[in-house]
């Protein structure tokens, strides 16, 4: 009989050879993948972290609207854009100054023009060691600044509000201690000691002197920002237009413009032409043209590029007419920025 062969109940598979890995192709499909993902994830990202910038302009424009309300429920009237101050008596009883005059006289009724508001010397305003100019012109984005942080403590270089002297506003805290603002808390001072040339570099914080002319400016909180913001009041429901040139009449080649943000002593210094309209025409008369915030301000960043455009027609409905510069501004009239 033949003997019964016993065979293993589990009979041993044969082995299989252990992977070492992903192959090359594999790895860069993996790759190719996460590339993918992160051009998908950045660009959301990037417009996330500029919307957060955006809204923190915003906020910080709200607060400065908060202020020259402030302004106007101490004064009567919002801060003007345009504006010379003189520390010479007689400078102030020149025809061409009446202007100057007149907006001083609605703030301060009883400001004592012989004293020039208690500033006389001219060192209130100066900038240490950089001499006592007899004439101060300022711009809108110069305004925002003078009328919301007041004077310049020449010891420390905080901004100290007026002197609450209704005839000597303009005195030096030194003297009279006694104050009426800042209405706004600016991230910056003058830097003491200061130096003999005028310029940024003697205004620390978000503070500039883009036209190096003594007068500070302020920046946004956007990084790397060197602009400031642009300022133009409605002066009473119709934003300020120049005269004509030489008495021409308004046309192709002699357009009005809003001048407020220009310097009035380096007329190649030009913020913004204009400010926004809602209709718009240079070329026609100026109150046919109607702004946008018709009886306040506005108040502009020129956003992350720094260039604030030429203002003029912003229709939110329609913005496809503003141009590439324009389109990343700020302002106290539209949520974010003016178009994508």
């Not at 293993?8 to 992977?19: A, T, V, Y």
């Not at 809108?140 to 004077?151: I, Q």
């Not at 620390?204 to 790397?224: M, V």
């Not at 008369?285 to 109607?290: K, L």
Request: glycine share 8%; with cysteine.
């Amino acid at each position: 009989m033949e003997a019964v062969r016993n065979w293993p109940s589990n009979p041993q598979k044969p082995s299989r050879r252990l992977r070492g890995g992903f192959t090359l192709v594999e790895l860069l499909v993996v790759i190719v993948i996460i590339a993918i993902l992160i051009g998908l994830v950045l660009p959301a990202i990037s417009g996330v972290r500029a919307r957060a910038r955006e809204a923190e302009v915003k906020n910080d424009i709200a607060k400065l609207e908060q202020a020259i309300t402030a302004f106007k429920v101490e004064f009567g009237i919002d801060p003007p854009s345009q504006i010379s101050l003189f520390a010479a008596p007689a400078d102030w009883n020149l025809p061409a100054n009446t202007r100057s005059m007149n907006l001083i006289r609605q703030i301060w009724p009883r400001f004592d023009f012989s004293d020039c508001g208690g500033a006389s010397n001219g060192t209130v305003f100066a900038v240490p060691g950089g001499g006592t100019p007899n004439r101060f012109d300022l711009n809108g984005a110069e305004c925002l600044v003078f009328f919301l942080g007041g004077m310049i403590d020449q010891q420390s270089g905080a901004f100290t509000g007026f002197a609450k002297d209704p005839a000597n506003p303009f005195t030096s805290r030194a003297i009279i201690t006694n104050r009426q603002g800042p209405y706004f808390e600016f991230v910056g001072a003058l830097r003491i000691p200061a130096s003999a040339t005028a310029g940024d570099g003697n205004w620390s914080g978000r503070l500039t002197d883009r036209d190096a002319d003594w007068l500070p400016e302020y920046r946004d909180t956007l990084p790397q920002q060197a602009m400031p913001y642009v300022y133009f009041s409605a002066a009473s429901g119709n934003y300020r237009t120049a005269p004509t040139t030489a008495g021409m009449a308004i046309s192709m080649s002699n357009p009005w413009v809003n001048t407020d943000n220009r310097d009035a002593s380096n007329s190649a210094y030009t913020l913004m032409n204009y400010a926004y309209y809602v209709s718009f025409s240079p070329f026609t008369s100026p109150a046919m043209s109607a702004p946008h915030k018709p009886k306040g301000f506005q108040i502009i960043s020129p956003g992350s590029d720094g260039i604030y455009g030429t203002g003029g027609l912003f229709n939110p409905e329609n913005t496809s007419a503003l141009s590439r510069d324009d389109r990343d501004n700020i302002t106290n009239f539209h949520a974010g920025r003016l178009a994508n």
